[in-house]
Each structure stands twice: as C-alpha cells, then as structure tokens.
C-alpha cells in the first residue's frame, strides 16, 4: 500500500568511503585519552589549550559538576560515542576574566543535566549548542538551557536541540535567555521542546526576557517546534520584568509551531514591557490547541509597548485567539493571518482568514491539501523578513521555505500562512505485476498523476527484493513511472522505493546535458542559486523526460567543484570510467541544509559491518515509517548499487 507524507524524514546526501574528521582547531584531544585527557574530564578541560577540541570517547555517565571557565573550546561526541552527563550542572562562564570566551556543544546527552552559561566581561562570550539531547525528571531543580549576558556581549545560537522535561515554576523556560545588563545577541533555530506531562503546569517553553540598564540585544527564533501544556506561555518575551529602567530589543519570531494540549491555560506566544520597548515581528508562527493564541500588554503600572507586527500566522485557540491590550494595540499592526478563535483588543486587518484552517491532526499542524492557508501569506513580506533578518530559507519542517503545493498552481510561487509551507510530497511505490511492464513499473499517485513537469527522486527500499538497477523516471499517458536506465533487465516484482516529489519553485529544476556542460563521467550544473554555495544539499534523479530520450545506464550521484574560480554541482557517474552521454535528462533539487535536509559521511563510526551505513538521525530513528530519499556524494569511482533499509532490532535506517 502507498502511503504519502506532507513532509519526509529525511533529504540525505551521503559521503561514501572512510574519512578523518578535520578541524581548524589548535588541537583534537581525546577523553579518555593521553595527557592531560587521561584523568577526569574536569583535569583534561583544564589542560586543554584555547582553541581545542575535546571529543569525548565513551558512553559511561559522566556525573556532578563539570566547570569551563575563562576557556575557547569545543565539547562533543567522538566517533561512534553518544555521551552522557548525568545529575549536574555544566557550568560556561568567566572569572576574574574580562577578554572572549567561546564554548561549542555538540552531539552530547544530559539527563537529569543543564548547561548554565554566563558572562560577565567586557568583551565577548561566544555559544554554539547543537544537536543536544536532554532528559528531565520533575526531581530536577533547573532544567534545559540558560544563558545570561550580564556585560559584555553574548552571541549564542541554540540549533536542533532536543529537550524533554518539565520547566520550573516562575521565571524558567527550557530554554531561558537573559540580558541583565549585557548585550545578548540570541539564535534559537530548529529545537524540539516538549513537556513530559500531560497536565498543565507554570513555566514556559523558550523565555526570553532583557532587563535592567545596559541590556539590549535580539533574538531570533525560527523553526522551533513547542508541545505541551505552557501555562506560563510556549514562548515568553518580557522587558523590564527586574527592573523599572526601560530598555529595547528586538523580536524575531519566524516558522515556530505551538502545539498545546488543549487546556484553557495553554498558552502560545507572549509579549510583555514594562517601561521599554519590544519590536516584534511574529510571522508565519503556527499555534494551535491553545486556550490563548498570542497576548501582548505591558507588565502593571508600566509604560512600554510592543511594536511591529503580527502577520501570515495560524492561530486556533478555544479561549481566545489574540488578545492585545488597549494601549499596545494600535502599536502591533497585523495582516493576512488565519485565525480561529475570538479576539480582544484586537481589530482585525481584512486580509485575515477565519475559515477553518484545516490542520491533518490535533498533533499535526501541518495543512491538508484544502487548507484556505496555502498560498494565501503576503509572499513579499515573508521573503523580505528572511532575507533582512539573515533567516534560514526554510520552514518548521527544515524544507524550502516558500513553493508551489503539489499538483502546481498555476501563477507565480506564494507562501502559504502559518509555519509550515505544503508542497513537497512523499510516498512508498511497490512494483507489482499490475504496476510492471518489461523494465517499466507505473507509478499511481494522485498528487503527480497529470504532472509531467513535476520532479522525483527515488531511492530503492530493500524489503527482500532487489533490482540493483540505475533507476530513471519517466512520464506517459499522465502517469509517472520508474524504469531501470538497463532496458534489458526487468522490474522485478515487489522492488520498493520510496519517492520525493519537489514542489514547484526555486530549489527544483531539470538539467539537461550538452557537450559542453559535459566532461568525462561529468555534468556541470550552471544554476545562479547553487552556484558558489558548497553547503547546499542536492539530490539528482536521472528524468527521461527531461532529455533527449537518452538512456544513461550508470548509478549517478553529486559533487561541488569550486577552485580558480565559480565553483560548481556536478551530477556525474559513479563509475568515473563511464562518459556522460549528451541528450541525458535529470531533476535536480537543492537547498540550504536543516535538520531535514542533511550529509551522513561513512566512518568508524557510522558504518555497520563493511557494507552499511547507519543513518543516525531524530527523524529517522524508531521510525520505520519514514521515506528517507538519498542521493550519494561523490568522492572515489564506485558505481555498484545501494538500497535502504530499516534494521528493526537497532530501530534505525
């Protein structure tokens, strides 16, 4: 049976063959290790130079305390090590130091652990926290993430952390940002964060509050995605709640999604002055199952407001949906929001949409094919924000940002409302005598029946069956089909794949090749948006459409060419021993990288046996549901084939 997915877990691009890991640090230490890592990882922190990087290599607790004080470093996992730090406190600051610090996490567990980073100095305290995966019980006094910027300036970007757990009551999120006299630059991209119970309790999700003199700053949140019970507000930002001395700072809340457990207290997004000044762009948020969608009012007594604006949001709320204060609600201007639920203090812009919005579930906030948000945002207000703000291009779910939904509209490309863009489609296809004709089986899939300029990419699921074919697509009679690129061999039956079809937009087009694009094995792409950008995840996909009716049979896969000038992708031959022939079709798709949208290189680490490649991943991991689509990087010739599959007993692909 088919199945299809509004978004996919995930878009990888994979780097085959064994590498070293390469830093720019001044050293890579090992823990445990030799001197001075062959003791505590307190002694090997402190005999570390400024600069290094610790990788520490072992699975057993690591437990109490653990100081890092006046250091540049890096902590995070070695190859094929999850580590753990259990019942303390890992505590980031300076003492009796007023120069930088900087401090990268990375790829660390913590139960029952928190990271408290502060700074006091006057220069500047740097903080990279990724791919962080923290656990809390009730028992635990602080929980998740705090970062406060007392002088000086902070710059601290939180990106793709897990956290689970039960925030303190009063002034206490899971993750917390405080400027309390310093400047706090803050980033908050792509975290999970979500209640482990059920009832509603104090606390908030991300708490962000600037107060007293000298604190100033931003923060930016994008593609967070918060479930839970928050009566203290999902996402809280407060100026001035310790001190009656007004301050400003600016807001940037972009693609976050809010999803309550449907209690009366259950609140989203929270905006509160005292004396000062909170610019605010809330944009594209989605917030739903929440007895109060979006509040904003000043503290008692004080005399600030929040400015900016309130705009492309998805609010669903059984209590009610916004609710402005009369002396702030004429300072928040608000436009083409969809909005479910009554309002006060809030006169709504004509351009509001109050149909029902149409989300797949009461736990996914995604929209269904009929929602009245797609295409419906201010298109040019969403890219300009993005592109002003220095904000990803993407949205709640890691993929592009702004496309058409699939079957393709007709007009030009607009966003829809809310934090998550429809469009791209996944879905299971398994050859069948019935679907199977020669090296031929036909695809039946109603978002891409009728759609010949759409793009597909494929990667073979082993579930006993195999073709080891160079696989191609190919559109006839309004109807997509897979054949194997070797016309000779047969689709056999029960060969399986999993499928990704791009909506229309930039980040998919088809590529043709010409002698002069062409060299050796090799294609180059040409493409002003991919051009020079070496990050970007790309996958290919050989379209017999998209050429001149040329079979190419060969495994294909990507790789970026940038020295003595433009650098550029390439789609090329695995085998480098085979031309490219000229007339060949290919979709290619490409974007910025995101927690959905990823490179996994083979290393010690990561490889099962000689021939797998474990794809260690949140999204994928106890997920056999999930339709991860892959294209491999080039970097040795190697053209034998490649399938995907779920190994049960270790729950990953």
């Not at 691009?13 to 590498?19: D, M, N, P, R, Y």
């Not at 494929?458 to 016309?487: C, I, M």
């Not at 060969?554 to 970026?560: E, K, P, Q, R």
Request: proline share 4%.
């Amino acid at each position: 049976m088919d199945v299809s997915t509004r978004s996919i877990a995930a878009i990888v691009c994979l780097l085959l063959g064994l590498f070293e890991v390469s830093s720019s640090a001044a050293a890579i230490r090992t823990w445990p290790g030799a001197a001075p890592c062959n003791g505590a990882l307190q002694a090997c922190i402190e005999g570390a130079s400024d600069g290094d990087r610790i990788e520490i290599a072992t699975n057993e607790p690591i437990i109490g305390q653990v100081w890092i004080v006046n250091r540049r470093l890096t902590l995070t996992a070695a190859d094929g090590y999850k580590p753990l730090f259990r019942n303390g406190t890992l505590w980031i600051r300076n003492l009796d130091f007023s120069g930088d610090i900087s401090m990268a996490l990375s790829k660390l567990r913590f139960e029952d652990a928190v990271i408290e980073a502060s700074y006091t100095g006057g220069g500047t305290a740097t903080y990279d926290f990724r791919q962080l995966d923290m656990a809390m019980t009730d028992s635990a006094t602080n929980r998740g993430i705090r970062i406060q910027a007392l002088s000086g300036i902070t710059e601290a970007m939180l990106y793709n952390n897990r956290i689970l757990a039960d925030p303190g009551s009063g002034a206490q999120g899971l993750i917390t940002l405080l400027s309390l006299g310093g400047t706090l630059n803050a980033r908050a991209y792509y975290n999970r964060i979500e209640r482990a119970k059920s009832t509603y309790r104090l606390g908030m999700g991300i708490y962000v509050s600037y107060s007293g003199a000298g604190s100033t700053g931003s923060v930016k949140l994008h593609g967070n995605v918060i479930v839970g019970s928050f009566t203290g507000s999902a996402i809280y930002l407060s100026e001035g709640i310790t001190s009656d001395t007004g301050t400003n700072f600016d807001a940037r809340l972009y693609s976050n999604v809010i999803i309550g457990r449907g209690q009366a207290l259950d609140t989203g997004i929270t905006l509160v002055p005292n004396n000062g000044e909170i610019d605010a762009q809330v944009v594209n948020n989605t917030i739903t199952r929440a007895g109060y969608g979006v509040r904003y009012s000043h503290y008692t007594g004080g005399t600030g407001e929040t400015t900016g604006m309130l705009k492309n949001n998805l609010i669903v709320a059984d209590g009610t949906a916004v609710f402005g204060s009369s002396s702030t609600a004429g300072s928040v201007t608000n436009a083409y929001n969809l909005i479910n639920g009554p309002t006060i203090g809030f006169v709504a812009d004509p351009s509001t949409i109050t149909a029902p919005a149409k989300l797949i579930g009461p736990n996914n906030a995604r929209l269904q094919p009929d929602s009245p948000a797609i295409d419906a945002a201010d298109t040019g207000l969403l890219g300009f924000g993005i592109l002003l703000n220095g904000l990803p291009v993407t949205d709640a779910d890691g993929l592009r940002r702004i496309k058409k939904p699939t079957p393709a509209t007709a007009g030009p490309v607009r966003a829809d409302i809310g934090a998550y863009e429809y469009g791209d489609i996944s879905f299971s296809h398994t050859a069948t005598p019935g679907t199977i004709s020669g090296h031929i089986t036909q695809m039946d899939q109603w978002q891409v029946n009728g759609q010949p300029a759409a793009n597909l990419f494929a990667t073979p699921k082993f579930d006993g069956t195999t073709s080891g074919q160079p696989v191609g697509t190919w559109y006839s009679l309004s109807r997509w089909h897979l054949f194997n690129e070797n016309t000779s061999t047969a689709m056999p039956a029960d060969a399986r794949y999993h499928v990704f079809s791009a909506g229309a937009g930039s980040g998919a087009f088809q590529h043709r090749t010409t002698a002069s694009s062409t060299s050796g094995a090799t294609s180059r792409l040409d493409v002003s948006g991919l051009n020079n950008l070496p990050d970007r995840i790309v996958l290919a996909m050989q379209n017999f459409n998209a050429g001149g009716a040329v079979y190419n049979p060969n495994h294909i896969g990507v790789f970026y060419f940038g020295v003595g000038g433009t650098g550029y992708w390439h789609v090329n031959n695995m085998d480098s021993s085979k031309a490219m022939p000229v007339d060949a079709g290919f979709s290619i798709y490409f974007q910025e990288p995101s927690p959905n949208a990823f490179k996994v290189t083979a290393t010690a680490g990561t490889m099962s046996g000689t021939s797998s490649l474990v794809l260690d991943h949140p999204l994928l991991n106890n997920n056999p549901c999930a339709q991860p689509v892959v294209t491999r990087v080039f970097t040795a010739s190697d053209g034998s084939s490649f399938d995907i599959v779920y190994a049960t007993a270790l729950h990953r692909w």
